[in-house]
Each structure stands twice: as structure tokens, then as C-alpha cells.
């Protein structure tokens, strides 16, 4: 059975990040075929051309852990109404240098969950334009901007019964959306 690898970027670095609490409690929906790796992005240097040449181990690992993913699944917060900063800095890395864009053609899926009651609305709406640019395709629906509530996560750190369905159906859309763009570049098209 081929199995489909997916990178989780999450973009809190928070210990107790609801959103790592969500991005792990989402890999218990999905199907036994994919794999998930959580990319580190909190030990990246802030981006400067000037590293380009000089790439530390921590950019290099990032690109080579990007390349090797079949699909890509975005779990950040909403920081005043964007992406977190250390979310930005990583997808920067990962764009350069210019002509080796490490994101082009991988399918990509984003979901967040904040206090807030627009969940991550806005936050998502930038990551979908950053991530448009750099040719990533992004799953349109079902939309999925979690507020968060006690009982989001089971005593076993799973989804709760009143997310569960709903979440279980953007995993699944989620996992149709790799299956049918996984391998695909802007040449292929």
C-alpha cells in the first residue's frame, strides 16, 4: 500500500498550543495511508537573503523534509487577525532561494483554532494568499476556522463527540484533496 506523507506545520510554539493539541488530535481521522511529520520551525533564523548561501542545518532540513512531503497541513492560530510570525519566517525559508521553491505543487490543507469566536478566519485567508503565490493548492471546502470550547479534545487528547463529525469530514476531504494533487507540479498542468 502506498502511503501518502504529509508535513503538519503548525504555527504556535506555545508548550500547550491548542493547535499542536489539534493538529495531533486530527491525525487519529485520518486514513491508515498517510503519514504525519511535524516540521520544527522554531529554530529557523529570521529569513535574510544573505543566508541564502550559506543555508544553517535547520534551513536545509526544512527544505529537504518539505521535498519530501506528498501534502502539506497548515494547524495555526490567529495572531492580530494574520499568521503567526514564526509560521511566515518558515514559509519564507522554504521559498528560497528564488527559482527553488520547496512549497511549488504540493497540495496543502489549513485549519486553526483560536478562543476567538471567528476562529482563525483571517489568519487563514493570509496563509491562502501567501501560499497561492508559491503555487501550494489549497483545499477550498469545507472551511474550518474552530473556535474553541471545553470538550473540542476528549479526555485521550481525540476529537470530542460534538467535533467529531465535522472534523472527520475535513480530514477525509482533506486526505481525497492529497490523493488527487500529490506528485503534481505547475509543469504537469
Avoid at 50 to 60: K, R, S, V
Avoid at 87 to 114: C, F, Q, T, Y
Avoid at 118 to 141: E, M
Wanted: negative net charge.
Amino acid at each position: 500500500m502506498s502511503t501518502y506523507r504529509i508535513a503538519v506545520l503548525v504555527g504556535s510554539i506555545r508548550r500547550e498550543s491548542l493547535n499542536r493539541k489539534l493538529a495531533d488530535a486530527l491525525v487519529r481521522l485520518a486514513p491508515a495511508d498517510f503519514s504525519f511529520h511535524h516540521l520544527r520551525i522554531d529554530n529557523l533564523p529570521l529569513y535574510s537573503q544573505d543566508d541564502e548561501a550559506h543555508p544553517t542545518e535547520a534551513m536545509q532540513r526544512l527544505r529537504r523534509e518539505i521535498g519530501e512531503a506528498d501534502g502539506l497541513m497548515f494547524v495555526t492560530p490567529e495572531y492580530n487577525r494574520s499568521i503567526p510570525g514564526v509560521l511566515k519566517n518558515a514559509i519564507d525559508h522554504g521559498s528560497r532561494p528564488s527559482g527553488h521553491n520547496a512549497w511549488e505543487g504540493k497540495p496543502a490543507g489549513m485549519i486553526g483554532v483560536s478562543p476567538s469566536a471567528c476562529g482563525t478566519a483571517l489568519a487563514q485567508q493570509h496563509l491562502r494568499n501567501i501560499l497561492a503565490v508559491l503555487d501550494v493548492s489549497t483545499l477550498g471546502q469545507p472551511e474550518a476556522f474552530i473556535g474553541y470550547y471545553d470538550g473540542l479534545f476528549d479526555e485521550e487528547g481525540g476529537i470530542g463527540p460534538a467535533s467529531r463529525e465535522f472534523l472527520q469530514g475535513w480530514m477525509d476531504r482533506f486526505a481525497a484533496w492529497v490523493r488527487l494533487n500529490a506528485g503534481k507540479t505547475s509543469q504537469s498542468f
